[in-house]
């Protein structure tokens, strides 16, 4: 199940994941037609660690989620909330993540 509760297609124990859509319905790893009219697209594979020691692929962030109240606005009847997430993405190893690029679809 992936986090979402939903069930997810493994390949030797590694769940491979959707990317899925943007907004306006497009493809994020939309897949290519080439001149001879085969579809190929790209797959991504990351390792994911917690510490730098893992060399994977990590999420750190600075401070953790901060939450501000600030109260119900004057001009209308909502209340404001201001939320300071300062987060990034870092690589620890320098083989955490690849692409494997040009696979056919099909």
């Known amino acids: 199940m992936d986090i979402a509760g939903k069930p997810t297609v493994m390949w030797n124990g590694i769940p491979l994941l959707d990317?899925?859509?943007?907004?306006?319905?497009?493809?994020?790893?939309?897949l290519t037609t080439g001149t001879d009219?085969?579809?190929t697209?790209?797959?991504?594979?990351?390792?994911?660690?917690?510490?730098?020691?893992d060399a994977g692929?990590?999420?750190?962030?600075?401070?953790?989620v901060q939450v501000t109240d600030l109260g119900e606005?004057?001009?209308?009847?909502?209340?404001r909330t201001r939320i300071d997430f300062y987060c990034g993405?870092?690589?620890?190893g320098g083989k955490a993540a690849a692409?494997?690029?040009?696979?056919?679809?099909?």
């Open 19 to 30: 990317a899925g859509q943007r907004l306006d319905n497009t493809d994020v790893l939309p």
């Open 57 to 64: 692929v990590s999420g750190p962030t600075n401070g953790g």
């Open 41 to 53: 697209g790209d797959i991504y594979a990351v390792r994911f660690g917690a510490t730098e020691a």
């Open 73 to 79: 606005s004057h001009d209308k009847p909502v209340y």
């Open 89 to 92: 993405i870092a690589l620890f």
């Open 99 to 106: 692409r494997l690029a040009g696979v056919l679809n099909g």
């Open 37 to 39: 009219g085969a579809e």
